[in-house]
């Protein structure tokens, strides 16, 4: 196969597109610095934010600003786009059909991993926009697993998390994400899906255990695979 550009459309947020770009270095199978993954990153923090465009269509639409940078990345060289924002994917039909290259699915990949891994019940935590969206819920129950969304107070909980701490600048202590672990625990899921990228800056900073399925990470290694390359053992 031959070796594809990676094209990632970043800002969405900042700290999420720093950190796949070095999970995408870590989980390459490399030697040597011209066998890692060609990747052009486009961190565009000035993409208006896509929950706030679910909940109340009058706010500003992400998708355009989305396609433009796909059309950009495209022709300077990518031959691939991934984007590191599951809420994102809630406008993935028509980004796709925008992008002159075709762009991986995240939220398909990451409920795909918790079916090879075994899943039966697994919790979703995300932004209220992507819990909207309902696509996790859809991508799980079509592998025939069931998909279990945090209550009020939780899904709260995991939105102060992502804004005011992660997309904030600020350290996530384990003591605020100890009651949303009980939370999902105490719901009988075998995993829990990080599906927001905020989050799994939450997971390289606390180190949270094999029970979550990190999303961004599951991007990276995507990406590689798809653009030709091999992942380390």
Known sequence: MKKQTLGI?????????????????RRTKATKDQEHLHTLIDND?????????????????????????????ASIGAN?????????HTFYDEIAEGSPVPVLH?????????????????????TTGTLTSRMYQSALEEYGLTPVV???????????????????????????????????LALNCDRIVLGCTELSIVNRDLK?????????????????????YELVD
């Open 9 to 25: 459309i970043g800002g969405v947020g900042p700290l999420a597109t720093m950190f796949i770009g070095e999970m995408i270095v």
């Open 45 to 73: 923090t000035n993409i208006p934010d896509r929950t706030a465009f679910i909940l109340d269509q009058t706010k500003e639409n992400p998708v355009p600003v989305i396609i433009d940078d796909a059309r950009k990345l």
């Open 80 to 88: 691939m786009i991934a984007i590191p924002c599951n809420t994102a």
């Open 106 to 126: 995240m939220i398909r990949e990451t409920a795909k991993r918790a079916y090879d891994l075994g899943a039966k019940r697994v919790g979703i935590l995300a």
């Open 150 to 184: 945090p209550d009020e107070q939780i899904k709260e909980k995991v939105m102060s998390i992502i804004y005011d701490f992660v997309k904030a600048g600020k350290d996530v202590p384990s003591e605020e994400w100890q009651p949303i672990e009980e939370a999902m």
């Open 208 to 228: 949270l255990n094999d029970k979550y399925i990190d999303s961004l990470i599951v991007l990276a290694e995507c990406a590689i695979l798809s653009c030709g």
